[in-house]
């Protein structure tokens, strides 16, 4: 048997060019949030500059040449607890946008 099954994977995500591994040390970030919070609390959300100041610290320790690299607390590289926040950050902007406290001027 040589003819294939159809497929109409056309215009869709191609996962398989997904590098996951890349991803490998966000998901220790999720897995030591889960373990200080709660599992999926950051599905709850908050306030956006809450995710944009954390970010901002993790960035500011990251390039801060007299600290480390890795997180005291979780000693995870600060570039994936920042990357995290993003991704949730615009998790929260997709899914419960009323929580943009970010500063807006008057139209």
Do not use: C
Not at 8 to 18: A, D, Q, T, Y
Not at 58 to 65: I, K, N, R, V
Request: charged letters at 30%.
């Amino acid at each position: 048997m040589s003819e294939l099954a159809e497929r109409f994977n056309e215009g869709k995500l191609r996962w398989h060019n997904f590098p996951k591994f890349l991803f490998r040390g966000i998901a220790k970030v999720a897995h030591y949030g889960e373990g200080k919070y709660a599992t999926y609390n950051f599905l709850k959300g908050a306030p956006i500059t809450q995710y944009l100041d954390s970010h901002d610290r993790h960035m500011d320790a990251f390039e801060d040449p007299r600290l480390s690299d890795f997180d005291d607390e979780s000693k995870i590289n600060h570039l994936y607890h920042a990357a995290w926040n993003l991704l949730v950050a615009a998790f929260v902007l997709e899914t419960r946008p009323e929580l943009d406290d970010r500063f807006k001027l008057e139209q």
